[in-house]
């Protein structure tokens, strides 16, 4: 079985602009959780999403968003990007929850100039 | 508030010698527990995790936490390392009523030759 895909791996991006970022779960898997990984704050759950509808959220602002697809991809979208946006942002992947086993993405590395 | 903390941020040992990763929680019901490792440049990956029965749980490459309720921890042990376990160690803990998964800050591991 394949992986738990990540797109794009690496993005720079300036103040301002919007962000959108694409996560392919193992075949079958129909729970995407999203986690945003810095060096000082750690990792930290942005949102999960299951069938399609998000199940549950962390505590970051409404510029935060995503969705998730029939083909249980989803994506999520980063408006008016600010400085401290710049993270590793990865995906993770189980059949129903994140109370089972997650398997995670490599990541996508975003700066944010 | 739910948490999780790995007192120790670094840890340095020597390949053969013994390992063991602190990990303390606070949370109100029985939790369920998860051991991830994260290498140089690759996503997280499960080592073990609890759920329910016995309090020893063995994981791959290797690793064994032990639940203890009473101290409210779930410490992962090694008994030899290998130059290749080097890496990030994260500790993690759910609950049934949330469908967020809350990771500590993570344990950094060097192995001297």
């Known amino acids: 079985k394949a992986g738990v895909t990540q797109t794009p791996r690496y993005l720079i991006k300036t103040r301002g602009q919007q962000v959108t970022l694409s996560c392919s779960p193992i075949?079958?898997?129909?729970?995407v959780s999203w986690y945003q990984q810095t060096p000082g704050q750690g990792l930290q759950f942005l949102f999960e999403y299951f069938s399609e509808t998000q199940r549950n959220k962390g505590n970051f602002p409404g510029r935060f968003s995503g969705r998730q697809f029939s083909n249980s991809r989803s994506e999520m979208n980063v408006s008016t990007l600010e400085l401290g946006d710049s993270a590793l942002y990865l995906c993770a992947s189980s059949m129903t929850g994140v109370h089972e086993t997650q398997y995670f993405g490599p990541g996508t590395r975003l700066l944010v100039l | 508030a739910q948490s999780v903390t790995q007192p120790d941020i670094h840890i340095t040992v020597s390949e053969g010698a013994s390992l063991e990763l602190r990990c303390n929680y606070s949370?109100?019901?029985?939790?369920?527990l998860f051991w991830y490792v994260q290498s140089p440049g690759q996503g997280l990956q499960l080592l073990l995790k609890?759920?329910?029965?016995?309090?020893l749980v063995q994981g791959i490459k290797g690793f064994e936490a032990e639940f203890k309720r009473s101290q409210s921890s779930f410490n992962l042990r090694k008994p030899s390392v290998h130059w290749s376990d080097a890496a990030e160690y994260f500790c993690?803990?759910?609950?049934?009523?949330?469908?967020?998964?809350?990771f500590g800050p993570g344990t950094s591991l060097s192995v001297i030759p």
């Open positions: 075949s079958g898997h129909r729970s």
């Open positions: 609890y759920f329910s029965g016995d309090t």
């Open positions: 949370y109100g019901a029985t939790p369920y």
């Open positions: 993690a803990v759910g609950e049934t009523s949330y469908d967020k998964v809350i």
